[in-house]
């Protein structure tokens, strides 16, 4: 009976009529080859599960190589950005002449032209030396002949102009302005490339224009700063009124109130935030103010102001912050005095150029 089963059990036997005859007439026989079934099901399982587990861990052993190895790549790459930070950064520690500012042809003066480029003649009235109190020339009212003047501050210089209005514009140094002998027509309006500080005559039937680069900022009467000078931001800082400014790239209006500032960059976006007006206030008073502002700001200004050279050969240094305010009567040499006097570096002035150690 038992060799009937196992023959009957075997993996490539063919179960004849004659076998299954035999099980149905055989409990016996039937029986038995149910537990030759059951012993090989449960034989043929464990062996699965230890080719299964053979196989798992075949495959962690080959993974375990491959994690190996990416992380020994991995390690290398890291390494290598290191290693190439380290020596950028010792390249640019290295690097002693890092000259941020460039002064212009001390010969350069300051130019007022007509539009066709006729130099005017003008009275100067020196102020502290560095301002220069220009006033548009007075036509005739019965007439409606109005010349067009350019009036271009180079570094070194800066200026206050008295516009036909009654309005005073503060032009600051590397900054040029073109304006009307006098103004007709329903809007008053100028042109402006740099910095100025405007205190506009109130006049609200004849709303006044300043267009820049990238904008058009327009008043009644108020006063406010605009800075546009190429390859930065265009800001626009309202002290005290109201203005309306527009974007020419984005094609967007906003309205300032005191106390806010309006970025323009180079894309024609807006961002408005609000910020201290006591720096603008203080150079229409005669002062440079800095507060909580970045050295290099600070020599930058300076520059601008006196037409000097700066360099540095820390970038440490030109970002650290701090205050700083004084008259702008005084010369380089004593405003290089005070800033040594604060003890955070050393500013040597020679040949025209600050630098600083």
Not at 269 to 280: A, L
Not at 303 to 319: E, F, P, Q, T
Request: proline share 3%; hydrophobic share 35%.
């Amino acid at each position: 009976m038992t060799d009937d089963a196992l023959d009957i059990m075997e993996p490539e036997a063919e179960i004849s009529d004659q076998m299954v005859e035999k099980l149905n007439c055989n409990t016996d026989l039937a029986e038995a080859c149910r537990d030759i079934a059951l012993a090989a099901s449960s034989q043929r399982r464990k062996q699965e599960k230890v080719d299964v587990e053979a196989r798992l861990n075949q495959f962690h052993r080959r993974h375990h190589k491959r994690q190996i190895i990416k992380l020994s790549i991995v390690g290398i790459m890291t390494a290598a950005a290191i290693f190439a930070g380290l020596l950028f950064i010792l390249k640019y520690q290295n690097n002693t002449n890092q000259i941020f500012f460039n002064a212009e042809d001390l010969s350069e003066t300051a130019m007022l032209t007509d539009i066709d480029g006729n130099e005017i003649p003008f009275k100067l009235s020196k102020n502290h030396g560095v301002e220069i109190k220009v006033g548009a020339k007075k036509d005739d009212a019965s007439t409606d002949i109005t010349d067009t003047l350019k009036m271009n501050m180079p570094f070194g210089k800066s200026c206050i102009i008295d516009l036909p209005d009654g309005s005073k514009v503060y032009l600051h140094p590397g900054s040029n302005m073109v304006y009307p002998t006098r103004f007709t027509g329903s809007l008053r309006e100028v042109k402006l490339y740099g910095e100025a500080y405007f205190i506009i005559a109130h006049d609200k039937n004849h709303p006044f224009v300043v267009t820049t680069a990238n904008s058009q900022t327009t008043v009644l009467g108020t006063e406010f700063d605009i800075t546009s000078y190429h390859g930065q931001a265009e800001k626009v800082t309202l002290v005290t009124g109201s203005i309306k400014l527009h974007g020419q790239k984005c094609n967007r209006e906003i309205c300032l109130v005191p106390g806010q500032e309006a970025s323009i960059n180079e894309g024609g976006g807006i961002n408005v935030t609000d910020i201290d007006t006591e720096p603008f206030t203080s150079w229409r008073d005669g002062y440079f103010y800095f507060d909580n502002v970045p050295l290099r700001d600070i020599l930058q200004e300076l520059g601008r102001y006196y037409n000097v050279s700066i360099d540095c050969n820390s970038s440490n240094l030109l970002n650290y912050r701090m205050r700083f305010i004084i008259k702008r009567d005084n010369d380089i040499n004593y405003v290089v005095s005070m800033l040594n006097r604060m003890k955070k570096f050393n500013a040597i002035l020679t040949d025209n150029k600050i630098e600083i150690r």
